[in-house]
């Protein structure tokens, strides 16, 4: 008898069929093509992240130089390369920014960008530190909306008195800080990842800055500004940095000699000014305005002190008054007395102090 051989298909041997394996493929592409798209938005926002814990990096770095010399670091463009500081009292010294860096760069492969009030690189032999200035040559105007220029409060703040700026270019690694060439005392436009909108820097009078504008591509550079205020108390300053230290003015009497000097005391000096600078206001800003009195020290008098030229403000130590016995008026006099230092170039960034008294003359 002829046998026949029969076969068993057994489901173990079922393979995919071509429609099959063409839906995995088409989901293994869909699945890769997703992952592709989402790696560099999130490469990105890592690197912004990262290159803002280096800004905060750096800030802290310039911090503790500060503390420790009372003076921020000094850091030469010409020597360093990138956007630095645009102060003639640190061209041609060593760098001592770079050696107090952490991190050098940013995630891109960019240096850090750091700019300064020249006036805060003074040193303890020049007569002052930061712990005897109030008041810098640096504004950061920070947009709360697009249209930055418009209306104080409510398309910008503007941030006073600031001590420093550091950034990063961002990922596009192009400055877009700073814009094209502006002669000292004009605005410098600028954008910030801190608002939106535009970030307008303030360097005047520091000099021509000369940064080429890229207002095409999208902004990205990160940014970190302090205050001198804010600098003063982690640098571990104490004290007002300008007084008058008289509280009031003793009375007096008209058949009695009269001698009463106001001191003032802190102040920041540079290497050309050692003596503070006083201004007397009264009604009628005269020496007449306080009847039978002199003025040894021949402290200019004035209706608006603030309001007159630093140069017609009187240099001397302290300030005198007298008058002698037999003579002067019987009454209350009133009088403001304005004392300012020399913080550095230019006098807008001079320290002023000011307080009112009142002189009695009895009979």
Known sequence: MRRVKTYKR?????????????IVLIIIGIVLALGVGLLGPMLKEANVAKAKETIDGTMESIQGFVAANKRVPCCDETSYGP????????????DEFTPILKTPTDPWGSKINYIFDNNLTYTAADGGDICGRRSTLLVVRQCLTEDCVTTAGIDYTDITNVAYVAWSFGPNS?????????????????????????????????????????????????????????????????????????NELPAGHVSSDYTATLYADGGAFS??????????????????????????????????????????????????????????????????????????????????????FVLTVSP
């Open 10 to 22: 057994f489901a173990d041997d079922a393979g995919f069929t071509l429609i099959e394996l063409s």
């Open 174 to 246: 192009t400055n877009q800080m700073l814009g094209n060439t502006y002669p000292a005392g004009t605005a410098i436009t600028t954008r910030g990842i801190l608002g939106p909108g535009t970030t307008t820097l303030y360097v005047a009078p520091l000099g021509t800055l000369n940064i080429p504008t890229n207002s095409d591509l999208e902004y990205d550079d990160v940014v970190k500004w302090i205050t001198i205020d804010e600098l003063r108390v982690k640098a571990g300053c104490e004290g007002a940095p300008l007084r008058i230290v008289n």
């Open 271 to 356: 290497t050309a000014v050692t003596n503070y600078r006083w201004c007397i206001q009264t009604q009628n800003g005269a020496l007449a305005d306080l009847p039978g009195f002199a003025n040894p020290d021949a402290i200019v008098f004035n209706t608006d002190c603030q309001g007159l030229a630093e140069a017609s403000w009187t240099q001397a130590a302290d300030f005198d008054l007298t008058k002698a016995s037999g003579s002067g008026t019987t009454g209350s006099y009133s009088l403001t007395v304005f004392v300012r230092d020399d913080n550095g170039s230019g006098t807008v960034s001079d320290n002023v102090a000011s307080r009112a």
């Open 83 to 94: 956007v630095c500081d645009y102060a003639p009292t640190c061209d041609s010294v060593p």
